[in-house]
């Protein structure tokens, strides 16, 4: 069973920005949000802003086009509330508040005009909203602006605003790949917050850089396909930057077709601002977001308690409640799995904690799938799920749990060897650990609540033991022997059961 949807519980977010027009509409105002609809119209609204200070008249009918289809779909979907936003182009092109009074006047709600510093404040909260505890630099990057902020877990301070957008700057340097650089130069050399980037992360946000990085992924064969979250090191990203533009003068560009056409001419001016990001601010990798000025927004509107609730944790507890057989079993085998680390000492960071409980609550999110299947398609559901707050090694130890779960640890079940290049052999062996847990916790309980509270761990010497009370005694087979006994042999101990 699914929950049902909340009539009017719905939000979205209509976000005019300088390149694109974008319509995203969100199941609930949640700390983990979960988009239900996301289409774009790449306008180019601010593509001759620098050098006339207009809004290109064809980009204007284009833009105001696309806010009439997005006003009836909010009408057809029932959208709760809207909010609405515009960017660099908006602000700063004198046709620009014109421009608003007719788009307010369509999307039957106000545009707030985001200024350069509480545009970069909305997409470092965006980053806080999908990275878990962040820690570096953010850049967003539009077409019309580069918002640069500096972030730390929930704290925000003060950022900048330059017109190196990737139309902005295609505009002011006259398409001259050459005057670009040396626009670039001398405004990233002015920025002194990136200082404070060294030996950190940098974090990218926006379509032209996601667009970079989904170019990377392709050509270097990486396992994922997930955009966000997506890690290299700066020296990677710096060599892929300048073998870019190297394509780009060779006029090569024009075969990348995993990108759009519109978005393409703009490849060269975001590797261009990136490779001088990379030389100034020195970070130890680039870290690609897709949450950015739009979840920021939202999370912003969040109540303070629920801003700070973990995104992965929240997510993983949507998916259980709405795939699991019973939301309530899976926080009872977090206190089982609890019990099972207490009992056998084993060695455990906040973070592998963090990890083991998201997933408990995933465990069983694949039971409507073929069982020949539901190892290899939960592993698929959970490392390409569209949630943040995770890293891809994360995704891949958390997939892998599961998987194992269904799968077993036989040598004839084995994941994707490029799924397990993403783990360290001692994370590996923890993902098989959990797994062969779980296999024990399910076949006791059958996914049902209340069974795994009447189980206990108990040690003896090196014997492991599961001790049942006698109200479950009946629920003792050889195959729950077997699969204890495996578990006990991966924590170093010989396994048996017990009844009370």
């Known amino acids: 069973m699914t929950k049902p949807r909340k009539r009017g519980a719905t939000v979205a977010v209509i976000d005019i920005g300088s390149n694109s027009v974008r319509l995203v509409v969100y199941e609930g105002l949640t700390r983990s949000l979960i988009p239900i609809f996301n289409e774009k119209t790449l306008c180019g609204l601010g593509r001759e802003v620098q050098s006339t200070g207009l809004l290109a008249p064809d980009a204007v009918d284009k833009a105001l086009t696309s806010l009439k289809r997005f006003r009836a779909l909010c009408r057809v979907m029932q959208v709760g509330r809207v909010f609405a936003i515009a960017t660099a182009a908006c602000r700063d092109a004198s046709n620009g508040p014109d421009f608003i009074a007719k788009a307010e006047r369509i999307c039957a709600v106000k545009i707030e005009i985001l200024s350069g510093p509480r545009e970069a404040r909305l997409s470092a909260l965006g980053v806080i909203s999908g990275i878990h505890h962040p820690d570096g630099i953010v850049g967003d990057l539009g077409g019309g602006s580069l918002e640069l902020i500096d972030v730390r877990r929930n704290s ?11 139309l902005a700057l295609q505009d002011l340097a006259h398409k001259s790949l050459k005057r670009a650089d040396r626009i670039v130069r001398e405004e990233i050399d002015e920025v002194q917050l990136l200082t404070a980037g060294r030996g950190r992360t940098f974090y990218a946000v926006g379509g032209t850089w996601r667009a970079l990085a989904r170019i990377h992924i392709i050509q270097s064969g990486y396992p994922l396909q997930v955009m966000h979250g997506y890690s290299i090191s700066a020296t990677e990203a ?111 960071t906040e973070e592998d904690r963090r990890l083991r409980h998201t997933a408990c609550l995933l465990s069983d999110i694949g039971w409507r799938v073929h069982p020949d299947h539901r190892g290899e398609q939960t592993l698929s559901l959970v490392v390409n799920g569209n949630f943040g707050a995770i890293t891809h090694t994360e995704r891949a130890f958390v997939g892998l749990s599961v998987f194992y779960r269904y799968a077993g640890l036989s040598e004839e079940n084995q994941p994707p060897a490029t799924m397990q290049e993403l783990l360290t052999p001692a994370q590996l062996e923890r993902a098989r650990l959990l797994g062969a847990a779980f296999r024990v916790a399910h076949l006791i309980s059958a996914a049902r609540p209340g069974v795994l509270p009447a189980t206990h761990f108990r040690t003896q010497g090196r014997k492991l033991m599961l001790v049942f009370e006698h109200r479950l005694v009946d629920l003792v087979a050889d195959r729950v022997g077997s699969r204890f006994r495996q578990l006990a042999r991966l924590v170093g101990r010989a396994g048996s059961i017990v009844r009370r």
């Open 156 to 166: 925000v301070r003060s950022g900048v605003t330059l017109p190196l957008g990737g």
């Open 238 to 348: 710096l060599d892929f930057s300048r073998r870019l533009r190297r394509l780009a003068a060779a006029d090569m560009l024009a075969d990348i077709e995993i990108v759009a056409d519109a978005r393409r001419p703009l490849l060269t001016y975001a590797a261009l601002v990136l490779e001088h990001i990379i030389r100034v601010a020195k970070p130890k990798n680039i870290v690609f977001s897709t949450f950015g000025v739009r979840e920021g927004l939202l999370h912003e509107k969040l109540p303070e308690a629920e801003r700070n609730k973990d995104g992965l944790i929240c997510a993983a507890e949507e998916l259980n409640q709405l795939l699991s057989r019973s939301a309530k079993h899976a926080r009872e085998l977090i206190a089982w799995t609890d019990r099972l680390v207490r009992v056998v000492k084993l060695r455990e």
